[in-house]
């Protein structure tokens, strides 16, 4: 009688604790998608609206697209998720990103985050953590204004979009 009682037991758990797995990867496989989409979607627009992105694009090994919320009052933080992708390989990171400072400014703002890599290591660097944010907004601020976006900075391209187009 132990035996069996054990038995049934075991099986109630195995079919419990299967679902709850199913549903935990049927939860991430349906998040995954939803980034892919939204990251497509993205790429697609400033592919469209710049000539010089679409030109670097096309040089480049890879890319990253993020969905990025910032908000803050003199504290500022935020954070997005996105994914990172080798263009020759399909091969896909799924990542997550945080950000904060100090600073004058109140309010949020919701904006997409693309990155494009022109040489695999810099793009493996990226995919393994090794991302310095303060780049970004080295090159986003550019030395030469709008002209600095029709090149690679140190490897790497930066894109942000807003509801009000490519800045």
């Known amino acids: 009688m132990n035996i069996q009682r054990s038995f049934w037991l075991m099986a109630v758990l195995t079919v419990c604790f299967g679902t709850a797995m199913a549903d935990e990867n049927s939860k991430a496989a349906k998040r995954k998608r939803e980034i892919d989409t939204t990251a497509q979607t993205t790429l697609d627009k400033l592919l469209k609206e710049d000539a010089s992105a679409k ?4 040089k480049a090994v890879g890319y990253a697209v993020f969905t990025v ?5 003199i504290v500022s933080g935020g954070g997005g998720n996105g994914v990172a992708v080798e263009k020759s390989t399909g091969n896909r990171t ?3 990103m945080g950000l904060g400072g100090v600073g004058l400014g109140i309010g949020g703002q919701r904006y997409s985050l693309v990155v494009l890599f022109e040489t695999k290591d810099r793009l493996d660097k990226f995919t393994a953590g090794g991302w310095d944010s303060s780049a970004t907004a080295e090159a986003a601020a ?20 807003t509801d009000k187009g490519l800045m």
């Open 55 to 58: 030109d670097l694009y096309g």
């Open 69 to 73: 919320t910032k908000g803050g009052f």
């Open 94 to 96: 799924y990542m997550g």
């Open 142 to 161: 550019g030395k030469e204004g709008k002209a600095a976006r029709a090149s690679f900075y140190d490897s790497v391209a930066y894109y942000q979009i």
